[in-house]
């Protein structure tokens, strides 16, 4: 119902900032809570954040709440991403996500139906 791909990826150095993008196809976006993944090498993969439908609510982890930012624009049909005093530890490949509005908001990746192919983020010290 959905297609996802991600970009805005790239290397920046400890304490800067990125604004990664999700576009969507279809017309159907407006239905969807969209969220964020990364996955690290080696490691599972772990949610960032997750917005509401209306955007009217979030949730962020605690690694990276006061940092990073979610927001949507439903007449783009984009998430966007915006991360701010990165860290090393934010590197890895993130995904966006999508899922029926129907459910609540969730931070467990099995809740999704729908994932784009990721983009890599890579923050050097």
């Known amino acids: 119902q959905v297609q996802l791909v991600e970009s805005g990826g790239g290397l920046v150095q400890a304490g800067g900032s990125l604004r990664l993008s999700c576009a969507a196809s279809?017309?159907?976006?407006?239905?969807?809570?969209m969220g964020w993944f990364r996955q690290a090498p080696g490691k599972e993969r772990e949610f960032v954040t997750c917005?509401?439908?209306?955007?009217?609510?979030?949730l962020y982890a605690d690694s990276v709440k006061g940092r990073f930012t979610i927001s949507r624009d439903n007449a783009k049909g984009t998430v966007y991403l915006q991360m701010n005093s990165l860290q090393p530890e934010d590197t890895a490949v993130y995904y966006c996500?999508?899922?029926?509005?129907?459910?609540?908001?969730?931070?467990?990746?099995?809740?999704?139906?729908?994932w784009g192919q990721g983009t890599q983020v890579t923050v050097s010290s």
């Open positions: 996500a999508a899922v029926r509005y129907g459910l609540g908001l969730s931070r467990s990746v099995s809740s999704y139906d729908y």
């Open positions: 279809g017309r159907t976006f407006r239905l969807y809570h």
């Open positions: 917005i509401t439908w209306s955007g009217g609510s979030t």
